[in-house]
Each structure stands twice: as C-alpha cells, then as structure tokens.
C-alpha cells in the first residue's frame, strides 16, 4: 500500500508540473490582459477627456519568441481606434543587426493612434550592454518610418496633451534635464520613461503628473503572495501597477507585451488603456 501510495502521488506530482511547465512556457507568455484604468491629468483640455491613451512597453522582438502574438496584438488595439498609443520601449531584444530587420517586418502592422503616436528607447534599444548608440539610431529610425514619433529628452504636444518622453536610464543618452527643465506645468503634461528607477531621481524639476514605465515586466515569474525573485530595478518596490509618488506624480509600470524569453507564471502580459479625465485639483487639495 505505500508503495502504490508513492507512486501515485509521485505521478500526481509529475502531472502538476508538467501542466504548470506547460502553462508557464506556452500559455501565460501569449495571454495578455487588457487592464483599463482612469487617468486623471491637471489642466487636460475639454476636447481630451474621455479619449483613449493605450500603453504598449517591453515589445522584445527578435528570436525569442513568435511574433505573430506581437501582430495580433497590434490588430487588437487598432479595433479600440484609440486616440493617442505610447510605446515605453525595449522594441527589441538586439543581438545583430537583423533584428531591425525583424522590426521592419513586425511593425508594418503597428497599432497608432488618431490623434498621436509616440515611443521611447529602452536598454535593449541600445544594443550590446546597452551602450551601442548607432544601434538607438537604427530603432528609431524604423519607428519613425511608421510614424511613431520617438522622444529622446524631448517633448510634443498633440491635440492639447504634452508628451514628454526621457531617454533610457542605462543608455547613452539619458539626459533627462533637457527636458523637465523645459516643462510648462501650466499644460497637460504626460512623461514616458522606460526605467522606473528615474522616479527617485532629482531631475524632475516640480513636475506633477503621470509617468508611463515598463522595464521591470512585473517580474514575469511570480509566486503567489511573494514579490518576484527576479526585478531589473534598484528599488524593489517598483513591480508593477500604479504608485502615487506623495509628491503629486503618479507612475504606472506596464507588465510588458512581449519578454526576454518566452516564460511567464502569475504576471500575464498587459497592454493598459487610460481613459483621460481632469484633475480636480482644488477638491483634491481641500
């Protein structure tokens, strides 16, 4: 009896992990949720509440994993006819050159939006230890050919919204000063930046509002009711979700679209959608 009890929870054993193996490498990694949240922005114009601002970070295209999942994402957000779609970078995972072929390829599908598109640079953008800048030029090149207008330290307006994109902390190029000093915070503001990490930096010169990130991908393996055991960021309390910073900034860390490798448990993949609404900052500060 015990040695047909050993067995039989020895297969029981061997079936959960399988099964957990199975939903880990080939289910969880393609099953990405559509987390729709509110975004309250100070002094966003009349005309901008109610539209729709769609994030899409940490795309990760190269030979990792199958990009027809990227496609039909894309298709999916271009159904929401959104008004506005920003890409908070890592748009590849860069080994050589031909993952800017693969870009091209991926991205001749890209979901923009009617009133603006906008993108940033992550770490990966910038090739080998990040620190390749003619590959950032490649990248951006490729997504301005689309019409994704990448901010590097520098900021649009579109349709009565500031975006304000800051360059990757890891990069080459992350000057963050030459724009926040730049920032009329009489505007509807709205600050893209790839890795968490900045927001405890001093570079925001009063700056109150949103921050869009990505970088972390919530870990992408999570056990339940434990933080990750995996997180590319110093302050370990940045995972993912929404943080009020006390200071009047908000920062929301996207869980990724795509990932370094093709293995997520309990941290689905995300593509977030803001409906814009005011600030109502008097009633606030009551």
Known sequence: MKRRSFIKNFTGLG?????????TFSIEPYWVEYVKLPMPIRNLPDNLVGKKLVQISDIHIGDEFDWNYIISSFKQVKKMKPDFVVYTGDFVSYRTSKQIDQLNRVFKYVAKGELGTFGILGNHDYG????????????????????????????????GLNIIGIDDLWGTNFYPEKVTTKINHSEANLVLCHNPDVADLPVWNGYKGWILSGH??????KPPFLPPPVLPVQNREYVAGKYDLHDGRYMYINRALGCSYPVRF?????????????????????
């Open 128 to 159: 080998h230890r990040y620190k390749e800048p003619h590959v950032a030029v490649q990248v951006t090149t490729a997504l301005e050919n689309v019409g994704i207008k990448v901010l590097r330290n520098s900021q649009e307006h579109a349709s």
């Open 15 to 23: 079936l959960v992990g399988l099964t957990t193996g199975f939903y």
């Open 266 to 286: 309990n941290v689905r993949p995300e593509i977030t959608v803001f409906t814009l609404e005011k600030e109502e900052i008097e009633a606030k500060e009551a």
């Open 216 to 221: 972390t991908h919530g870990g992408q393996c």
